[in-house]
């Protein structure tokens, strides 16, 4: 029996080794390529795995952040119906690239 394959999609990760830490971030690289998308497109695209993607859209986005193919998309073997699934928030999270929180000092005057 063939195993079943799924994938998991890391472009939030990779965004974030390219110290790009906004959704938004993306809309000026895709939009000098020709992609138009709203802002709520970029959000879902960058935050959840989508399930259909444009050829022009993932080749832009390998150009924009300079991966390959497998470090966006990687394929993994699909969990067996007893495993609990991950809600797509907790596994599109950045690990340890998330930026430092920014402490604010009061003024001496």
């Not at 390998?62 to 497998?70: Q, V």
């Not at 966006?72 to 340890?96: C, F, H, M, Q, Y």
């Amino acid at each position: 029996m063939a195993r079943k394959l799924d994938y998991r999609w890391n472009l939030r990760q990779v965004m974030a080794t390219r110290e790009m830490f906004q959704t938004t971030d993306l809309a000026e690289p895709l939009a000098q390529r020709g992609i138009r998308l709203s802002s709520s497109q970029i959000y879902r695209l960058v935050t959840e795995r989508p399930e259909r993607l444009s050829l022009k859209v993932l080749m832009a986005l390998m150009d924009i952040l300079d991966c390959r193919m497998d470090e966006l998309v990687e394929p993994i073997v699909a969990a067996s119906a007893s495993t609990p699934r991950k809600r797509s928030g907790e596994e599109a999270g950045v690990g340890d690239f998330r930026p430092r929180r920014a402490r604010i000092a009061d003024s001496v005057e």
